[in-house]
């Protein structure tokens, strides 16, 4: 079992709220991801990071922003939430053997805006 | 362009029976390949890994190939129980890019019934 934890696992909030999603790893990992997947639908990269204090942006636009302060921590961040963002986002990590690069997921949030 | 098709999309079996799922990829330059399962509002976890030399791999009942000349992977589910139940993604990674970026397919739901 991967130590990776998101949280809230679920979250039901109204437009334009500012939320805030939070990734956590114990293993020490240098990258970290957040993908978006909507249902039956394959996972989309919206964000990554090489490790403290980098932030790049993934294959799918989104509107959110990231932050990586600590190496542990990858917050997600939505200044105002719209129905659009309503989606499964799910954090990733993976650690310093590139070659295979395998990522460990965590639960997943499940964000649902009205 | 960069992709990874599954098939069925979805199949249904019963409890006890085998099943085959399909993956074909058009990803280069190749690094590797491997299946994840997810189950229902969870994160994907790794089942298999396989590189460019490899074409066969087990875990306990699954069982994975690759044919990297015609660029075409299967999971192979042997014995199948209740606990199969869920989505299975074929993942093929880059070796273009020191992120290792990962391409997704949109999985094959699996539904096993007694």
């Known amino acids: 079992e991967a130590d990776i934890y998101q949280t809230p696992r679920y979250l039901v909030i109204g437009t334009g709220k500012k939320i805030t999603l939070e990734c956590s790893q114990t293993?020490?990992?240098?990258?970290m991801y957040w993908y978006q997947q909507d249902p039956g639908m394959e996972l989309h990269l919206i964000h990554y990071?090489?490790?403290?204090?980098?932030?790049e942006k993934g294959d799918l636009s989104s509107e959110s922003t990231v932050s990586r302060i600590r190496t542990e921590h990858f917050p997600l961040t939505l200044e105002s939430a719209r129905p659009s963002h309503t989606s499964q986002y799910l954090c990733?990590?993976?650690?310093?053997?590139?070659?295979?690069?395998?990522?460990?997921f965590g639960a997943g949030t499940r964000l649902s805006v009205l | 362009k960069n992709q990874v098709e599954q098939s069925p999309q979805s199949l249904i079996i019963l409890e006890g029976k085998n099943c085959t799922l399909q993956?074909?990829?058009?990803?280069?330059?190749?690094?590797?390949l491997r299946w994840y399962k997810q189950d229902t509002g969870r994160g994907p976890v790794s089942l298999t890994i396989?590189?460019?030399?490899?074409n066969t791999k087990s875990n306990g009942r699954y069982t994975a190939t690759l044919d990297a000349d015609t660029k075409q992977s299967s999971l192979h589910i042997t014995a199948s129980q209740l606990s199969d139940s869920a989505s299975y993604i074929c993942?093929?990674?880059?070796?273009?890019?020191?992120?290792?970026?990962?391409?997704f397919g949109r999985g094959t739901q699996l539904t096993v019934w007694p």
């Open positions: 990733a990590s993976s650690g310093i053997e590139v070659s295979r690069n395998i990522q460990y």
């Open positions: 293993m020490g990992h240098d990258k």
């Open positions: 990071s090489y490790g403290v204090n980098s932030t």
């Open positions: 993956c074909n990829y058009t990803v280069s330059p190749f690094s590797n």
């Open positions: 396989m590189t460019f030399s490899e």
């Open positions: 993942v093929v990674s880059d070796r273009g890019s020191t992120l290792g970026r990962l391409y």
